[in-house]
T-cell receptor, first 116, second 116 residues
Framework: AQKVTQAQTEISVVEKEDVTLDCVYE???????LFWYKQPPSGELVFLIR??????QNEISGRYSWNFQKSTSSFNFTITASQVVDSAVYFC?????????????FGAGTRLTVKP | DSGVTQTPKHLITATGQRVTLRCSPR?????VYWYQQSLDQGLQFLIQ???????AKGNILERFSAQQFPDLHSELNLSSLELGDSALYFC???????????????FGQGTRLTVV
C-alpha cells in the first residue's frame, strides 16, 4: 500500500525565515512519482513539482527547493526567505507507474503561516 | 487557470437528494481523477478514469458513482446525500500515458457541496 506522511500539521514562521516541510512516503513500487501541491486560502490546488523515483537529483526553483532521498524515503520541501504569500497548505503526494498503481495519494498536508 | 473546469462551483442541497458534479479536463488529458476534501479527512482519492474506463478506485462510497464520457468529460454522481457528504470535491486531469509515465495532475477549482 502507498502512504504519505506529513508529520508537521502546522508551521508558523516570520517573513524571511527559511522553512522546511517534511514528507515521508511508503511504497513497494520500484517506479513511482512524488509531487508537491500548494493550496492557498483561495482553495485551488496548485501543482509545484513532480519527481520520478529514478531521478534523485535535487531541484531548485527560485526560493523553492526540494530534497529527494530514496534512502530515507523522504521528499522534503524548503522555502527560502519565506514571504506572506507563501502562506498556504502544502500537500505531498505519491503515485505509482501508470500501468501498475495509478492513483495519487496525498499526505494530510502542512499548514504554513508566514507572519509579516 | 489550470485548464480544468468544474461545475457548479457551489451546491446546496438537502439530505437524501442526488446531485451531479461535472468536470471538463484539460485539452488533451485522457485521465480524470476525483477527490473529496473535508476538514477532518484531508484529500481523499475517490476514483480515476482513463480514456473512458475506470482505472483506479479509492474510498468511494457505494452511494457515489462516476463515469467518463467519450468527449472525456466526467461526472460524479452523489446520491442519498448525508450531512457528512458536505465537502469540497475536486476533479483533476493528467496526461498519464500508457507507456508507464505518470504525470502531474492539474486540479479544477472544486465544487463546494453543502448538505443541509
Amino acid at each position: 500500500a502507498q502512504k504519505v506522511t506529513q508529520a508537521q500539521t502546522e508551521i508558523s514562521v516570520v517573513e524571511k525565515e527559511d522553512v522546511t516541510l517534511d514528507c515521508v512516503y511508503e511504497t513497494r513500487d520500484t517506479t513511482y512519482y512524488l509531487f508537491w501541491y500548494k493550496q492557498p486560502p483561495s482553495g485551488e490546488l496548485v501543482f509545484l513539482i513532480r519527481r520520478n523515483s529514478f531521478d534523485e537529483q535535487n531541484e531548485i526553483s527560485g526560493r523553492y527547493s526540494w530534497n529527494f532521498q530514496k534512502s530515507t524515503s523522504s521528499f522534503n520541501f524548503t522555502i527560502t526567505a519565506s514571504q506572506v504569500v507563501d502562506s498556504a497548505v502544502y500537500f505531498c503526494a505519491l503515485s505509482g507507474a501508470f500501468y501498475n498503481n495509478n492513483d495519487m495519494r496525498f499526505g494530510a498536508g502542512t499548514r504554513l503561516t508566514v507572519k509579516p | 487557470d489550470s485548464g480544468v473546469t468544474q461545475t457548479p462551483k457551489h451546491l446546496i442541497t438537502a439530505t437524501g437528494q442526488r446531485v451531479t458534479l461535472r468536470c471538463s479536463p484539460r485539452s488533451g488529458d485522457l485521465s480524470v481523477y476525483w477527490y473529496q476534501q473535508s476538514l477532518d479527512q484531508g484529500l481523499q482519492f475517490l476514483i480515476q478514469y482513463y480514456n473512458g474506463e475506470e482505472r483506479a478506485k479509492g474510498n468511494i462510497l457505494e452511494r457515489f458513482s462516476a463515469q467518463q464520457f467519450p468527449d472525456l468529460h466526467s461526472e460524479l454522481n452523489l446520491s442519498s446525500l448525508e450531512l457528512g457528504d458536505s465537502a469540497l470535491y475536486f476533479c483533476a486531469s493528467s496526461v498519464a500515458s500508457g507507456q508507464g509515465r505518470n504525470t502531474e495532475a492539474f486540479f479544477g477549482q472544486g465544487t463546494r457541496l453543502t448538505v443541509v
